[in-house]
């Protein structure tokens, strides 16, 4: 019997299902790069060439390792362009009795998987993806009955089930939560260490050339190219963030400065998203370099907390409300993605700062996505299916799963509110205390109205303004709206103008 193993882009773990009781004499590992992935948005040129790139890097080393690889490159003038036709393929071309793979983390692959068994007449063995702490049954078994699914809650759960940072029953510390104490702005005489990099090598420069020649068009700069490809140098990222970094990560998570992008967080999400690293693993050393005396408490539980409680958090909301979430527009958000979004050329500082570093790196930390970037687009009524894309085009860890609830949830509260107890909305004075972009800035951050007035000051109220019907019965939202209440109707007049100046601006002459 010849079996089948495919392994999908972000399915590189040796330890992924589909491997398991591999026969090496006899099983095909099927790998495959197509055209269908790399434009159903198009990606950033970093990503393609990432992920290309570590897929080859995986492919080699499973053939070193004695595996039976077919590998199919982009510019195979044999290739098909779908998972399903190569799949085809590889059936006709080596007589494949059956087909095994780790389920998809993506719907729209997982509803084409589903479709082979019928479409291609081979079986076809689906099985869980065990690099996840926690199934999609698992959660909903643990939704089932809540009125609100928080995730401080969830979190609690997985510290106890995989016993990390806990003294018995207990969190380390006496809390569950330092959150509260990573909240600092920034200081003078911060000294961030530079990012691990990883020199591109031979195969890393072939993807590089591909990736140039048939993606020229593709948002982005393709070099220079620093990503770890191997899971050696997948590893080494880690390490050096723990050694490096993660001292400080806590102070200064949602801390911006101009100039640095990487601050002192992990960059580890490409890596941990396409199966480079694990999670647990990832979680472990943190607590580790707790326990070594290395780190604070503070600094690790944050960490920890994003890798054990909100990425497996929002992935189990993903699964559980797909496909509809796709669709959700709870604000009925309608406007264009300003120009800006793709050339930063915009006179707010903080935006043009935050999409500049898009554009070179394919990255920017949490709070340049969530309160600059997210925000924007929030307060703006920017579309939520334009925002989505965006996001999922631009960022080198961008899949569905994590991207859709994280922006459609956290960032634009598209879905009413089932992940985010609110709107994370702010004015200019919030940017102002955790970054050093109001400086370097056209506008005034201190001026609340007219043409010298920071946008983000008037697009916050006239948000709430317009979405008073939806979100005025929210009890985190008393104190706005009670302000909003004694507000004069002539500022509320100034409000509706600065607005639309603002979009007069934006959509005629390209720039705000």
């Given at each position: 019997m010849t079996t089948l193993r495919m392994v999908l882009g972000d399915q590189l773990s040796t330890t992924i299902s589909a491997l398991e009781g591999a026969d090496k004499r006899n099983d095909i590992i099927l790998m495959c790069e197509v055209i269908d992935e790399a434009t159903y948005v198009k990606h950033h040129k970093k990503k393609i060439a990432f992920l290309f790139s570590a897929m080859r890097h995986f492919a080699d080393d499973l053939s070193k390792d004695g595996f039976q690889v077919r590998y199919i490159r982009l510019d195979d003038p044999e290739n098909t362009g779908?998972?399903?036709?190569?799949?085809?393929?590889?059936?006709?071309a080596l007589g494949v009795d059956r087909i095994i793979v780790t389920e998809p983390n993506e719907y729209r692959v997982f509803a084409d998987i589903?479709?082979?068994?019928?479409?291609?007449?081979?079986?076809v063995e689906i099985r869980a993806d065990h690099r996840f702490l926690c199934h999609a049954d698992e959660?909903?078994?643990?939704?089932?009955?809540?009125?609100?699914?928080?995730?401080?809650?969830?979190y609690r759960l997985m510290r106890r089930k995989y016993n990390i940072l806990m003294d018995g029953d207990l969190p380390l510390g006496g809390q569950w939560n330092y959150d509260a104490e990573n909240r600092k702005p920034p200081k003078n005489g911060l000294d961030v260490p530079p990012p691990f990099h990883s020199s591109p090598d031979h195969i890393t420069?072939?993807?590089?050339?591909?990736?140039?020649?048939?993606?020229?068009?593709?948002?982005?700069?393709?070099?220079?190219?620093?990503?770890?490809?191997?899971?050696?140098?997948?590893l080494?990222?880690?390490?050096?963030?723990?050694n490096e970094r993660l001292p400080l990560f806590g102070d200064y998570q949602d801390a911006m400065l101009t100039n640095e992008p990487w601050m002192y967080h992990s960059h580890i999400s490409f890596y941990l998203n396409c199966g480079l690293l694990l999670p647990l693993e990832c979680a472990q050393a943190a607590e580790q370099s707790y326990h070594d005396g290395h780190a604070p408490l503070n600094a690790v539980e944050g960490f920890i907390r994003?890798?054990?409680?909100?990425?497996?958090y929002v992935r189990g909301i993903y699964?559980?409300?797909?496909?509809?979430?796709?669709?959700?527009?709870?604000?009925?958000?309608?406007?264009?993605?300003?120009?800006f979004f793709w050339n930063a050329q915009t006179k707010m500082n903080c935006l043009r700062q935050c999409i500049t570093e898009t554009k070179e790196n394919a990255y920017a930390h949490h709070i340049q996505r969530l309160m600059v970037i997210g925000n924007f687009a929030l307060i703006a009524g920017i579309d939520p299916d334009k925002v989505n894309e965006w996001f999922l085009i631009v960022y080198a860890d961008a899949y569905e799963w994590v991207e859709l609830p994280n922006v459609s949830g956290m960032i634009l509260f598209a879905d009413g509110g089932y992940l985010a107890s609110k709107p994370y909305a702010a004015s200019g004075a919030y940017i102002n205390k955790m970054s050093d972009y109001c400086k370097g800035c056209s506008y005034n951050v201190s001026v609340k109205n007219g043409p010298t007035a920071c946008p983000f000051n008037y697009l916050y109220w006239d948000f709430f303004i317009r979405n008073q019907d939806k979100l005025r019965g929210n009890p985190r939202l008393n104190?706005?709206?009670?302000?909003?209440?004694?507000?004069?109707?002539v500022k509320q007049a100034a409000i509706s103008d600065d607005v639309t100046r603002f979009w007069k601006d934006t959509l005629t002459n390209g720039l705000s």
């Open positions: 779908s998972f399903k036709t190569e799949v085809a393929r590889a059936i006709t589903k479709t082979w068994v019928t479409d291609l007449g081979t079986p959660f909903q078994a643990w939704a089932k009955g809540r009125k609100q699914l928080r995730m401080e809650y969830f420069q072939e993807v590089i050339d591909l990736v140039s020649q048939r993606f020229a068009t593709h948002f982005g700069d393709l070099l220079p190219f620093h990503f770890a490809t191997t899971r050696k140098d997948a080494a990222v880690l390490h050096h963030f723990i994003q890798i054990i409680g909100w990425r497996e699964w559980m409300q797909m496909p509809n979430y796709a669709t959700a527009n709870y604000l009925e958000a309608q406007n264009p993605l300003p120009a104190h706005t709206y009670a302000t909003l209440a004694k507000m004069d109707p």
